[in-house]
């Protein structure tokens, strides 16, 4: 059966493959659509597990919070460049895993892709051809309170604020603080006893040097451990639309408490390869 103009412009309609891939396709099948989009379907997962190996470690952050201020998800989708994390099928890719994961209350990916999202990130790797990946889904609760996010406006940071008290306004502030700061923990008290420690030895380092007396070293010791402190956790840091006024301040000014808080920023700790693409370019040519 001959390959008409118009079944390759059906095939790469519903597909979204190119042109001389959807021809030679329907070749295959003798013009048979139905055909040559199973024979394609078999081979997609063959080509997506191709591009599951190059680092995506661009992509974005998104939030989605319950009307009655009770939990809230965040997620992080990757893709290998920011050109794709500002792609039209990619954000509708992304609404769909944030819609899941918080329909569901899912924060376990692999469950969370299983099924319908597996198959749509495959297509969407197929047409885009970028590797994209789920790499992190999390929830945030909270009883008697509410739950609030702050999404930066480039979509690469995300915070999720559970606060005691308080209403939606007040947490979505605290979220934006903690997307512009970055603190470590809520309160002095979280901070890990390992990280307060490696920070003493290293303040003590640095004391000794001044030669000052052992009670005098003590005190400079404890006084940057308290700096430390205050500057790492977030009730203690000022506001940053109000310095004069720390976070702490502000909650209890408002009759509320942090509960905990989540930042997710694009690409944290994952290490990209940075490429040299004059080599690569030669090394292609060799090939």
């Known amino acids: 059966m001959a390959v008409s103009a118009a079944m390759v412009k059906e095939l790469r309609d519903r597909t979204g493959l190119g042109m001389m891939e959807c021809k030679k396709a329907l070749g295959e099948a003798n013009g048979d659509i139905e055909l040559a989009i199973e024979e394609l379907r078999k081979s997609s997962g063959m080509k997506a597990a191709k591009k599951a190996g190059r680092t995506a470690a661009d992509g974005v952050v998104a939030t ?5 201020g ?31 994961a918080f329909a569901d209350k899912q924060e376990d990916v692999a ?25 992190r889904v999390q929830i945030v609760a909270v009883e008697g309170g509410v739950v609030d996010s702050y999404v930066h406006s480039n979509n690469r940071i995300a915070v999720l604020v559970a606060l005691k008290g308080g209403d939606a306004e007040l947490a979505r502030d605290v979220a934006m ?13 979280d901070m890990p006893q390992e990280l307060i420690e490696k920070e003493r030895e290293i303040f003590t380092a640095q004391a000794q040097e001044s030669g000052k007396p052992a009670e005098i070293i003590e005190k400079m010791i404890d006084g940057r451990i308290r700096k430390f402190l205050s500057e790492n956790a977030l009730v203690d840091q000022a506001f940053v639309k109000d310095p004069d006024l720390t976070v702490g301040k502000l909650l209890k000014n408002n009759g509320a408490d942090v509960q905990s808080f989540l930042r997710f920023e694009v ?13 690569e370019v030669a090394a292609q040519l060799k090939g």
């Open 64 to 68: 989605k919070i319950a009307e009655d």
């Open 70 to 100: 009770s939990y809230g998800v965040v997620v992080e989708v990757n893709s290998e460049t920011d050109f794709v994390a500002r792609d039209a099928g990619f954000l509708a890719f992304v609404d769909q895993v944030v819609g899941k």
């Open 111 to 135: 469950a969370l892709m299983a099924g319908e999202l597996e198959n749509a990130r495959e297509a969407l790797v197929q047409k885009i051809g970028e590797n994209i990946s789920v790499r």
């Open 267 to 279: 690409g944290e700790g994952i290490e990209k390869e940075v490429v040299d693409f004059a080599a």
């Open 177 to 189: 603080h903690v997307a512009a700061v970055n603190p470590q923990v809520a309160k002095p008290e």
